[in-house]
């Protein structure tokens, strides 16, 4: 329990950055669920011959793709800010740590593995913000998908909704 305390600190440091990041993302998946979407509307209309409503379509896909491309790189952004200062703040306390050991502890161990561990165990941690990402990005996602099945149709998000918790049951074993 106290490493997650100790790795949650430097989290909290960050926390109104991964905030901002969180509402991006839902943002991007909101828009990302619009795309395709826009993108049957269009086809339907092209195959119609009706260049109006093909237009208006185009337009929107337009809309839609410019506004999911900023949405991105804000989220990129911020990502690469946040992992950037988690880097920073956990080098900086181990730095610190090393830093009031006692001459003795350099004798046990040498340097390239205190210079190992300034260099992988940050990156390590790290990770987990990045798998946090990939993780909620999924999962918001797929609650809009699920949404939107069942705004089609009833039954067919009944049965959609039957698979994902079969697969599931499936994967957990």
Sequence with gaps: MKNK??????????????????????????????????????????????????????????????????????????????RENLLFSIRKDMINSIMKMKIKNFDITTSGEFQEKLRNDPLTISHILSTLQYSFFSLITDIFILFYVFWINFYLGCVYFGGIILIYYIEKK
Excluded at 61 to 77: E, Q
């Design 5 to 82: 305390n100790n790795i949650l600190k430097y989290f909290k440091q960050i926390k109104g950055k991964i905030i901002v990041l969180t509402i991006f993302m839902i943002l991007s998946c909101i828009f990302n669920i619009f795309n395709p979407i826009i993108n049957a509307n269009l086809l339907t209309s092209i195959t119609e011959f009706n260049k109006k409503k093909s237009l208006i379509f185009a337009g929107l896909l337009l809309l839609i793709t410019i506004i999911t491309l900023l949405l991105n790189a804000i989220v990129n952004h911020t990502y690469f800010k946040c």
